[in-house]
């Protein structure tokens, strides 16, 4: 199965810190996702990106919130300033089209102190 | 507003012991149905996916079916290596390939 590998595993910061979640994506797979999952709770769309742009963002994600590929390689998701609330697993999803299997990282554990 | 709901929450079973879970939806403009498998502390692993009512998939001891209005999984003979949270998502009409997820039923499978 295609793997999708997530960097760091588990970050944990001080509240107002800007972090940046790191995924490199399966080759030829031009779709690209970030979730989110707060202990024991569902699976959160935050956004999707294709071709360089943001096709759709949920409520979640704010101005506080930002997504790129600064390489043309990796995907990154960049929180500017952390709430306690940002605590979560957060997942980096990849897929070779709009209506095909997703595949997911392992996630990276956010831990906002 | 789209939504998946799973049923049941949590389900023990015996080893051997057949069972179906279920996911209900409501996504407008439906436009696959995916199943995935999430053990603790891990990210969602894909199983299957369901195009259109009547379609079924299979993989081993699973078996998935689509229905106009519901989904299930169906567990022959599970082992305790099955045990793990399985997660129900529906994509429609937003186009970009987001997904909804249903909140998972969570199986345990005893020896």
């Known amino acids: 199965e295609p793997e999708v590998t997530q960097t760091p595993s588990h970050q944990v910061t001080q509240m107002g810190q800007e972090v940046i979640l790191r995924c490199v994506p399966i080759s030829n797979h031009l779709y690209f996702y970030w979730y989110r999952q707060i202990l024991g709770q569902k699976v959160e769309f935050l956004v999707s990106f294709y071709n360089n742009e943001i096709s759709e963002k949920s409520e979640i994600f704010d101005d506080q919130f930002s997504v790129e590929r600064p390489d043309g390689s990796n995907f990154t998701l960049k929180i500017r300033s952390t709430k306690l609330e940002d605590s979560a697993m957060y997942f980096c999803?990849?897929?070779?089209?709009?209506?095909?299997?997703?595949?997911f990282g392992q996630g990276t554990r956010l831990t906002v102190v | 507003e789209d939504q998946v709901t799973q049923s049941p929450e949590a389900l023990r079973l015996q080893e051997g012991e057949s069972s179906s879970l279920n996911c209900s939806y409501t996504v407008s403009g439906l436009r696959g149905l995916f199943w995935y498998r999430q053990d603790p502390g891990k990210g969602p692993e894909f199983l299957f996916t369901?195009?259109?009512a009547g379609e079924e998939k299979e993989k081993e001891r699973l078996k998935a079916t689509l229905t106009k209005k519901e989904s299930f999984l169906h567990i022959t003979a599970p082992k305790p290596e099955d045990s793990a949270t399985y997660l129900c998502a529906g994509y429609g009409s937003s186009n970009t390939g987001k997904l909804i997820f249903g909140q998972g039923t969570t199986l345990q499978v005893k020896p």
């Open positions: 369901l195009y259109s």
């Open positions: 999803a990849n897929a070779r089209g709009r209506d095909t299997e997703a595949f």
